[in-house]
């Protein structure tokens, strides 16, 4: 595939039916860590997460669309061409993608389940889809009526799957199955009612997770016992300063940085990066201060694979906005933007 200067291409996934421009391919300066677009493709409608394959000679997306469905693309030096027509994942809006087991794993947000697809040793995607339907509901009538599964990723040892559901309050630890892919759930950790977890970040050292909240701007510092596969909620920090209103703002996710000092989340409508410094333990996370994301409403935020540069996917600015982190303080300085129509997703391969 073609390269950047540092061998790097940055990935943007958006909402075509916002006026996204499906996946846009772009080149990263390794110093300033500034994006350069190169080129899109519109072949598969709301491409809004992607998840690159591990030798980077793939890269997947969902369909967010009330269908449902996943795809797969060849990284070429022309950009991500579509290998085969997008498969169904017999789920309802797919809002996250992973890789794990030889298989795609979608979270479905409005059906509340998670699938699984397997992929062909030429990167392709079979069906028919596995899934697993999340049960349950929340104290938020409005937005937890049911099960809103939102994340699905693999742990750091890759033998569980979490799954994190806004709907239910709790995130689930499951098995999958080694033949069909069917995924079952192993342990379930229930988190305060009413929060909305939306997605899940392991520390470096493997052992905590922080789990970013939706319905109130909170990050859940948990341990993560890997032999058993719990989960255990440890505590909670708020994300916003304190006296900042809360009841407008709705956080994306949250990164954490390669040596575990730091951790950032990004807050739709308060419109800023949370900068959090973590003990030595992982077991605290202390609010240092927030910074403006550079756009309106950050959907997504990225860490480049080097650890100096952030980026913040602003759906409803159009934009990718770049940060240079401070190694010392953690806090992201602003670099520039590029436009990206409803964008959704960064990702680096």
Do not use: K
Request: aromatic share 6%.
């Amino acid at each position: 595939m073609g390269t950047s200067v540092d061998g790097r291409r940055a990935y943007v996934g958006s909402f075509t039916t916002a006026g996204g421009l499906g996946i846009t391919t772009a080149a990263v300066d390794p110093e300033s860590g500034a994006l350069t677009p190169l080129h899109s493709t519109d072949a598969v409608p709301n491409p809004s997460y992607l998840a690159p394959s591990p030798d980077g000679r793939y890269l997947y997306a969902v369909s967010e669309t009330p269908d449902g469905a996943a795809a797969a693309f060849a990284l070429t030096p022309r950009g991500p061409e579509l290998l085969a027509p997008a498969v169904p994942v017999d789920g309802a809006d797919p809002t996250h993608l992973t890789l794990a087991g030889g298989r795609l794993i979608t979270a479905n947000y409005s059906s509340g389940s998670v699938s699984t697809l397997p992929i062909r040793a030429d990167g392709t995607l079979a069906g028919p889809a596995t899934v697993l339907t999340h049960q349950g509901s929340g104290p938020r009538t409005d937005r937890q009526e049911g099960p809103h599964a939102h994340a699905v990723l693999p742990d750091p040892g890759g033998r569980w799957l979490l799954s994190v559901d806004l709907g239910t309050d709790s995130v689930r630890s499951c098995a999958l199955g080694a033949g069909d892919g069917t995924l079952t759930v192993h342990a379930e950790a229930g988190l305060r009612p009413g929060s909305g977890p939306r997605h899940l970040a392991f520390h470096p050292r493997g052992d905590r997770a922080y789990v970013v909240n939706e319905l109130d701007p909170t990050v859940t510092i948990c341990r993560w016992d890997a032999d058993r596969g719990v989960l255990t909620p440890l505590g909670e920090t708020r994300l916003l300063p304190d006296g900042a209103a809360t009841e407008d703002t709705f956080p994306s996710v949250l990164v954490v940085s390669r040596d575990g000092r730091f951790a950032w989340a990004a807050n739709r409508g308060h419109d800023s990066l949370s900068v959090l410094s973590l003990s030595a333990s992982g077991d605290t996370a202390t609010l240092v201060t927030t910074v403006p994301c550079g756009g309106h409403w950050p959907r997504d935020l990225a860490l480049h694979p080097d650890g100096r540069h952030l980026y913040a996917a602003n759906e409803r600015s159009g934009d990718v906005t770049w940060f240079t982190v401070d190694p010392a303080t953690g806090i992201p300085a602003r670099g520039g933007s590029v436009p990206a129509p409803a964008a959704s997703c960064v990702v680096f391969v």
